[in-house]
């Protein structure tokens, strides 16, 4: 059975759980720059601390472990740890040369979380890895120089080409699903969406596909501009098992975009929000039974298909959010989804 036909199933039975921040719980590792380096980057010519997407291969057992720590609580959908390994974000290291090897190794380290997650839970399962293609430090929307606007720092070609690459990776590694998430210029995020297809196409296979957006602010949009209504719109075309939102916002903000698009996606809704809004020290301070709270609301309006967490939260939260929806129904698709 295809991984998209299981994802389907799971779907119409019950409302599934993604996992929660990454970077949230590698940061309690306290992780110092020897042990971003690792032995076989010992004498790298700059510094890599930050270079979070790199532990997969100079720290894996950390990554493993924040994967077993998410399926323990309840996620059926872990993410790999490949949110920038795309060789335009990872020139930030000069490591564009070990960015296809970063997301074979992120997807082989949550493939093994999940192997040992289902041999000692038997019967427990699916569970499923999604391949994280996050946004760019570069954008196709955006000028980055005020006195230049027609200007850009990248081009459609380069963005789709580094997510290809990126995207064969994943697949090579074992990935069960491809996440565009994080949203915040859709034209980026239809270079993904365009390598995506590339990639289906000429390796003759297909995997199931889930966006998710960034509404950034009150306003209602994302960060270039656009509604929420003209995000879907304009992404819908590649016919995704799901259409959400995560991060900039906690679950109380997001709570009118989560209403909206249930109201206009023809796919699944899915929705994982921060914990909060950062405090005065960008930390975030909502509890799991407050983000909880507030995913179970989504829930019981039948609003949404997927939940989780993003920026702040923890296996606790996720397992806040899966026992206060696990008797919740999920959405059920509009009647026009038969018409995509």
């Known amino acids: ?48 601390k930050g270079n979070n997407d790199l532990l997969s291969i100079t720290n894996p057992g950390i990554i493993k472990a924040i994967h077993r720590e998410y399926l323990d609580a309840g996620a059926d959908i872990i993410e790999t740890n ?40 038997p019967g427990s399962g699916p569970k499923f890895v999604a391949g994280a293609i996050g946004p760019m430090n ?34 090579e590694g074992g990935v069960d699903i491809l996440l565009v998430e994080t949203i915040f210029d859709t034209l980026n995020a239809k270079a993904a969406l365009f390598a995506i297809q590339r990639y289906f196409d000429e390796y003759q296979t297909e995997l199931p596909v889930m966006i998710s957006g960034t509404i950034t602010d009150a306003s209602g949009r994302t960060l270039s501009g656009q509604t929420l209504e003209a995000f879907y719109i304009s992404v819908a075309h590649a016919q995704p098992v799901s259409i959400g939102l995560n991060c900039a916002l ?13 109201q206009i996606a023809a796919c699944h809704v899915s929705a994982y929000p921060n914990a909060g809004l950062p405090n005065a020290m960008g930390e975030y301070d909502e509890t799991p039974e407050e983000t909880a709270a507030i995913i179970a609301d989504f829930a019981r309006n039948g609003w949404i298909n997927v939940v989780g967490g993003c920026c702040g939260t923890t296996p606790d939260h996720i397992r806040a959010i899966a026992t206060a929806v696990k008797e919740i129904a999920p959405r059920a698709l509009p009647a026009l989804a038969a018409t995509l």
């Open 82 to 121: 490949t949110f920038s390994a795309q060789v335009i974000s990872m020139a930030d290291y000069d490591m564009q040369e070990i960015s296809y090897e970063m997301n074979v190794a992120s997807a082989q380290v949550a493939k093994q979380a999940v192997t040992e997650y289902l041999a000692d839970n």
């Open 1 to 48: 059975m295809s991984s998209k036909t299981q994802l389907v199933q799971l779907l119409s039975k019950r409302i599934a759980i993604i996992d929660g921040a990454m970077g949230t719980m590698i940061q309690r590792y306290k992780l110092q720059e020897a042990d971003y380096r690792g032995e076989r980057f010992h004498d790298w010519h700059c510094d890599v």
């Open 250 to 262: 906690g679950g109380a903000q997001m709570r009118p975009h989560v209403e909206e698009l249930s």
């Open 138 to 171: 570069k954008t196709l929307s955006l000028s980055p120089d005020v006195n230049n606007p027609g200007y850009r720092a990248v081009t459609f070609d380069e963005v789709a080409n580094a997510y290809f690459d990126q995207i064969r990776g994943l697949a």
